[in-house]
Nanobody, 123 residues
Framework: QVQLVESGGDLVQPGGSLRLSCKAS????????IGWYRQAPGKERERVSC????????NYADSVKGRFTISRDNAKNTVSLQMNSLKPEDTAVYYC????????????????WGKGTLVTVSS
């Protein structure tokens, strides 16, 4: 019943911006930690950013700090990722994932996943 659907992936030029969205259904998002993970070709899946269920504290991978911003709207059961100053190395499939836990964890600890949305940063 739990479902996560990502949207917003697109082809953008280096330095451009993009906003990803994830709509959750089948559960109360406020009780869950939720985050964004990505996997580039030939690379391992990595955590990009997450936001906790309790305090709303955020975490970012070093590679995206200062460029990406995560936010959640519990009333709408959505989470967004604003991506600015995009680089070619940001190219990846971006996944929304959630877990019934208080704090963010690596991708292996997440319980539910969306199908992903492709972000391509290229000239």
């Amino acid at each position: 019943q739990v479902q996560l659907v990502e949207s917003g992936g697109d082809l953008v030029q280096p330095g451009g911006s993009l906003r990803l969205s994830c709509k959750a259904s089948g559960f109360t998002l406020a009780l869950y930690t939720i985050g964004w993970y990505r996997q580039a070709p030939g690379k391992e899946r990595e955590r990009v950013s997450c936001i906790s269920n309790e305090s709303g504290k955020t975490n970012y991978a070093d590679s995206v700090k200062g460029r990406f911003t995560i936010s959640r709207d519990n009333a709408k059961n959505t989470v967004s990722l604003q991506m600015n100053s995009l680089k070619p190395e940001d190219t990846a499939v971006y996944y929304c994932a959630t877990a019934l836990r208080a704090q963010c964890v690596s991708w292996g600890g997440m319980d539910y996943w969306g199908k992903g949305t492709l972000v391509t940063v290229s000239s």
